[in-house]
């Protein structure tokens, strides 16, 4: 009833999948949609289930911005999003982080993810412009290239204060 911590909030994802074969995920862009994921719960053959943690996916979070999932939306939005989201919550969270953005960018997007208590980042490795994988075929995406992809989340990881902070490829 009186929350959490940012520190005690990004570790409870590490314990949590330690201790578990799968780990449960709602999606959230808003404050409540937050709340939802974290106060949902359903029995199954009398064994309650809830959430494990929040998911905050770039398509959702642009659509109810009315935007295209395009990295539009660039990340001081989405820290925004973040703080709506974690004032009225207390589960972790993993950030969909799309391409992750410029090399150079990213390093601050960890820096501040990590700060502001989320759980993990997940970045694609995708080149050039980011278009959502829905669109299926329709859209041309180029892989970027392992080496730089690799740079990428070497910076990233270099950049984190602590060690319970994740980045996902």
Known sequence: SKGTTAVS???NLSRQIQSS???RLLEAHSGLSGLIAEKTKVLVDGDEKKFDGIWMSSLTDSTSKGKPDTEIIDFTSRFQTIEEIFEV?????VVDGDTGGKIEHFKYHVKTLERLGVSAVIIEDKK???RNSLFGGDVHQVQED???FAHKISVGKSSQVTNSFMIIA
Do not use: C, E, V
């Open 21 to 23: 074969k799968m780990i």
């Open 146 to 148: 392992p080496d730089i």
């Open 128 to 130: 050039g412009d980011k």
């Open 89 to 93: 919550t207390t589960i972790p969270m």
């Open 9 to 11: 909030r990004m570790k």
